[in-house]
Structures are given as structure tokens and as C-alpha cells.
């Protein structure tokens, strides 16, 4: 195989040619001129083989992956994504065909979302593939969405469905053998290419809309208790309230002791945000101008803590809460 | 051993106290207000153990190796650091006394440097211990220094001295045996713990006084190359010339054939830049200024390739260039 030089003029210069401060990946960092008065975004995640993707995921969809859950943080705080740095830890043996079908993933997804490439470092490592991903964008320093800001008496919303991400590792683990091929196709393409909600996210931001926001990566519950817990408020959502898709829902028709762990379970990248009452008509009306489902689903009050109930009134017991790492 | 959530809180949060954007490290992205007009310049590097560092090494240093070299590249292009981001992929039975360590040692350094942590990701692998730092810092965009505009006819400038780096390393993996106990100590301390040429960076930049720059990361020559290259230059050093520690000179002077090696190793983290001849006066009014030796070691020149000299003139092959990960 190349050596990392010639990797990185082959693979990945190309995707740093709509940065000109990237110079081309050949200097030692990288210049970006922000815009006018615009806060900073600043956001990185780091994704392991046989931790957060499976060894046999296609490389295609591992580095989009990789850059829609980085842009899922920045569409939480409603920044404008412009940019981002990559490292990619690659182990000797790695093909070089992996890397190119990785690297046109990304080239895909960063045309679709108005991002280039602007550094990266490509080392290799004994271990499993290793990738970090730091993404910028900008935002209205006052107008940007914090998850703790949320007030009592405040609606919870979420957009999209939940419980795909869940459900989608699942499929591609061999798990749901009943579920006809579309549903199956359906959540292993919202577990491996999850949408990141920029343009709700910056309309929330841009019209003060949302009190507070977050992007639902530990799971609803756990971050619904992110929200509350950072606000210093209790919240209270009910379960049947909650969006699933028809992949989703007719699993838990089939077995309806499965919804708990639906709304424990992460990767959904859908946003979860408050709203005063007094402004739930424009919620309304975003969601059809945006063509997105966003749905109520409960409610901030005073106090602390999450409580869930189920459609006859009955607090729900959820396991665990959310993904944890140790 | 704590939760990530629990890590991230007791040592991972009080870094990110002198960042207000990073709001505690509870926020799904940090904000960062950049100062007036200057440009934001943005690096990444990424260190895996038994790769980049010995598994042994201490905890302490390991952080503030990964911090300087980022803040290296950083000074290359004259910029000031403002802050970084780090994810740290641990082994699941990692110590969390060396987690501790590690906090300790970047919150060290980054009081040392003037910069916080706005941002990271803390996840578990089934590999070797892999850190990955982003850095950002700003500088006036129309002086940040480049690799690529050196001239014919310039002088070729480094900082500091050449190839402690590599005998550290060696030194630390036994090698060096005879050499005396305090420049191995010396060569050990070098290697752990670069420092970065922040000061002379702003400085070459603010006053316009290198045409061009960059960090002696992969080696000199490989740098020099790079220089050369980038600009469309041939350039030429003289062996002789190139600033050597007492702990370097006692390892040439006992093995003359040594000085090859030590132009092609990497990890100097020093500054390599080049000036037009009639601003000489100023290189060493600022190596005075900054009670730093700024080495005269060569010159650029109309064609291609590195040349390098030995002091009778004769024309020195060197192994490899530079370090390669595949």
C-alpha cells in the first residue's frame, strides 16, 4: 500500500479542495476566516471499530457516520456546520480500496452538507480502526441552543422517530428475524446514516424558539434527564406520545414490553427541545414547512428527575439509561 | 472503575473551567469567539501507544507531549493558541490513576500555554490507548506563516538544536548505554516533553520576517524537503552547521557516522524557516531577544531537491526521510 503521503494526496486532499485555508492538507494547520460577528462552534467525536460500528459496516457509510453525528452536534446548538479536521488511525493491514470507499463516503456527505475538509492526521495503529472527527461551524453567539436553559412548564419535542438506531444495530446483528426486509433495509439505514437535523436546528435557534435543545445520542430518556438535570427541573414524557416508525412500531406492536427500551436506547440524532406553550403553533407550523414530524411528547416542571407514562397514566420503569462506555 | 460521564466530570471538566464556551464539557458543542479580524487556524494530531509513545511512558507526559506537538503546529504558522478538544479512547481496564496523571499533566501545560479544553469525547477500545488533539488558536490571516513561500536565495534558519528527539527515544528504549547519566536524562526529557516554539512563531510572523516555516516534526530533512518542495525550490544544508544539544555532540563525536541519522529523525518540534539575507540582522537580534539560538544552516535555491554538505564540502547521503506509519 501507499505510503500516509501519498494516502493522504490521494484520498483525502481531494475533499479539502473547497477549503482554501486547508491549504491543500500540506501545511502544518489550517486557516478559516469566521464570518462577521458569529460564535464558533466547536465539536469532536471519536468512533472504534467493534465499539461503534461493526468491523463488516461498509466504509461508505463509517465515515459519513462519523461526520452527520458530529454535524448532529452542531445542529443541537443550531451552528451553520462549515468545516472539519479528521484522524484516522488505521491499522497496518487495512486495504487500500477501504480507504478510497471511505474517503468517497465522505466526499458524498460533505457536498450534501456544505462542509470541506480543512486537516487531518493518518497514523497507523496495532488495534482496531480508530476514527476522530472535529467539526466547526458558526453560530449566534446569544442565539445558540443550550441544554440548559430549559424552564418549567416548558413542552418537550422530538423530531423524527426514535428507537431506530437501536432497532437498526439490531437487524444488522441478525436480531429481529420476524421483520419483513423493508423494515429491516429501513433501520440499518437510520443506525448507519442518521440525519442530522441542521436546518430545524438553526430555525430553532434563529427565532428563539427553542428554550433548550440537544441531540438525542444516549438515548431519549438519558438525554431528556440531560435537559432536566442541566436546568435544575423534572420532566415527565408519555411513552405512547413517542414517535416510531412503522419499522418500530410494528415491533412493539408485536411485543410491547420493547417500548422502555426504545426510549433508553441511543443513536436516534433526532433533537430533543423545549418550547414555551405559548409558542407551541409555531412548532406546528416549522414541522410543515420543514416536512419533518416534530412531536410532543411531555412536559418541564419543577422538581427533579424523569418520570415516563404509559398510555393508562402508569409510571414506566426504564433499563439502564443510555450507552455507557465503562 | 467511574462511568465516562463520572471520568469526564472529576478530571476531564475542571481543564475546560478558563473556557467559558465550553460550558463544563455538558454541552453537545463549545462555543469560541474569536477576537477582531484574526483568521482561526486549526491543527490535529493523533498519538496511539506503543506507536507514538512507549506504553510505559508516564501518564503526566504523554498528555502534555500530545498538547505540545499540537501547539507546535500551532506556532509554525505564527498563530496564539487559544484552546483544544481531545478524545481519549481507553482501554477498558485502564487505571484510573493514570487518567488522573494524564488530567494533571494537561492541566499543567495548559496553564503553562494559555489555553483550556473546549470539548471532548471519552470513549472505551478494545486496542491500544489512543488520544486524539485538536488545537485551535488564531492569527492575522495575511501573515500566518507558510511551508510553501519560501524564496531562492533565502537563508535557511532552525531553532533550538536537531535529533534530541530521536536520541531520546532511543535513550528510553536502552539504547545509548554509554552515554553519561545526565544526557540521557536530557535526550529522555526532550523526546517526552517538546516545547513549542510559540513566541518565535508569533514573532517571525508579526514581523513578517520568515518567508517561510514549519515544525521539525517528521525530521529535518524531511522538512526541509517539504519547504523546498511546497515552494518549488531546491535547497542545501551544511551538516556542520546544524545545532546540536552537548548531549547530541558527545553521541556524533564518539560516531561521526551518526549525524546522517540524526538530520532524517523526526520529534524536534523545533522551527525550521526561511529568511531573506538581508534581514539576517533581525534572526539574531531576535534569538538574543528570546534567549533562543536561531541556527543559520543552509539556504534555498532555484531548482529541486535537498542537498546536504558535509564540512568538507562533499555532498552526504542520507537514510530514509523521515518517519512513515505505512
Not at 453567539?141 to 413542552?155: K, P
Not at 428554550?211 to 420532566?235: F, K, P, Q
Not at 412503522?246 to 408485536?254: D, M, Q, S
Not at 412548532?283 to 410543515?288: F, I, S
Amino acid at each position: 500500500m501507499r505510503g500516509e503521503f501519498e494516502l493522504i494526496a490521494k484520498y483525502f486532499a481531494p475533499l479539502a479542495e473547497a477549503a482554501p485555508g486547508a491549504q491543500g492538507l500540506r501545511n502544518d494547520a489550517a486557516l478559516f476566516d469566521p464570518t462577521g460577528d458569529d460564535s464558533l462552534v466547536l465539536t469532536l467525536d471519536a468512533m472504534v471499530s467493534g465499539v461503534h460500528f461493526l468491523p463488516g459496516d461498509p466504509p461508505e457509510t463509517i465515515g459519513r457516520k462519523l461526520l452527520r453525528v458530529n454535524l448532529s452536534d452542531l445542529a443541537a446548538m443550531g451552528a451553520r456546520p462549515r468545516g472539519y479536521l479528521l484522524a484516522a488511525a488505521f491499522p497496518k493491514d487495512i486495504d487500500e480500496a477501504w480507504i478510497a470507499a471511505f474517503a468517497a463516503g465522505l466526499a458524498e456527505d460533505q457536498a450534501r452538507f456544505g462542509v470541506a475538509l480543512y486537516g487531518g492526521d493518518t497514523v497507523s495503529t496495532p488495534g482496531p480502526l480508530t476514527l476522530t472527527l472535529t467539526a466547526f461551524g458558526e453560530a449566534l453567539g446569544d442565539r445558540a441552543l443550550s441544554r440548559a436553559t430549559a424552564r418549567a412548564g416548558d413542552l418537550v419535542y422530538v423530531s423524527g422517530t426514535i428507537g431506530d438506531g437501536l432497532l437498526g444495530l439490531e437487524a444488522l446483528r441478525g436480531g429481529l428475524p420476524d421483520l419483513a426486509e423493508t423494515h429491516r433495509t429501513y433501520l440499518a439505514a437510520r443506525y448507519r446514516l442518521p440525519e442530522p437535523r441542521l436546518e430545524l436546528g438553526r430555525r430553532l435557534a434563529e427565532a428563539g424558539l427553542a428554550s433548550a435543545a440537544l441531540d438525542v445520542s444516549d438515548g431519549l430518556a438519558a438525554d431528556l434527564s440531560h435537559i432536566a438535570g442541566e436546568s435544575g427541573l423534572a420532566s415527565e414524557i408519555e411513552a405512547g406520545a413517542v414517535p416510531l416508525s412503522p419499522a418500530a412500531r410494528t415491533v412493539v406492536e408485536a411485543a410491547p414490553e420493547r417500548l422502555a427500551g426504545l426510549l433508553g436506547g441511543g443513536d436516534d440524532y433526532e433533537l430533543l427541545f423545549t418550547v414555551s406553550p405559548s409558542r407551541a403553533g409555531e412548532v406546528a407550523a416549522l414541522a410543515r414547512e420543514l416536512d419533518l414530524p416534530l412531536t410532543k411528547i411531555g412536559q418541564m416542571a419543577v422538581g427533579q428527575g424523569l418520570r415516563v407514562r404509559d398510555s393508562a397514566g402508569r409510571e414506566m420503569a426504564l433499563e439502564g439509561t443510555g450507552w455507557r462506555h465503562f
